[in-house]
């Protein structure tokens, strides 16, 4: 042990005393330090960032698009609504993120919203089923009370606060 320590002293001085000058500088963003170890907001990071922690540019796409359609994600289970992604690949994306920026949800219009739009919204292939079905035979969903007969006060409780009509 003591020869190495030895050993290890003779190298370092000779670095630090030989003629010639070398210079290193380490520049250390807050961003930088520990960058794998820490999880982007799924929210705010960027197209670049997600790309550089690993994340697949189809699922980096993904998420930036359900990003732009909802507004955001208010908890990461919502990873289980965008197409292509189930509970497995939810599971290995929730160790890169994680949720700091709260958001607000984007209004949805339940008369103009496709299968794709209300899935990114939450709702199940039932009730999506019944929207369609009811917007077919009565062109139009008009109030919360239609609705909630549609969905059940539970659910349209859920959702009435991010539903427009118009």
Do not use: H, Q
Not at 50 to 69: E, F, V
């Amino acid at each position: 042990m003591k020869k190495i320590f030895f050993l290890f002293l003779i190298i370092l001085s000779t670095l630090c005393f030989s003629k010639e000058e070398s210079e290193f500088k380490v520049i250390l963003s807050p961003n930088m330090k520990n960058e794998k170890n820490l999880k982007l907001d799924i929210n705010s990071a960027s197209k670049e960032e997600m790309l550089r922690r690993g994340i697949a540019l189809s699922y980096t796409n993904k998420i930036i698009d359900y990003r732009n359609l909802t507004g955001g994600f208010l908890n990461l289970e919502e990873l289980t609504r965008i197409s292509g992604m189930g509970e497995k690949t939810k599971i290995k994306l929730e160790k890169s993120f994680i949720i700091n920026k709260k958001i607000i949800k984007k209004k949805l219009n339940i008369n103009r919203s496709n299968k794709i739009i209300l899935k990114a919204y939450g709702f199940n292939l039932k009730e999506i089923k019944n929207i369609e079905k009811y917007i077919k035979k009565n062109k139009r969903i008009k109030n919360n009370i239609e609705l909630m007969e549609i969905l059940g006060k539970g659910r349209y409780n859920k959702y009435k606060n991010l539903i427009n009509y118009d």
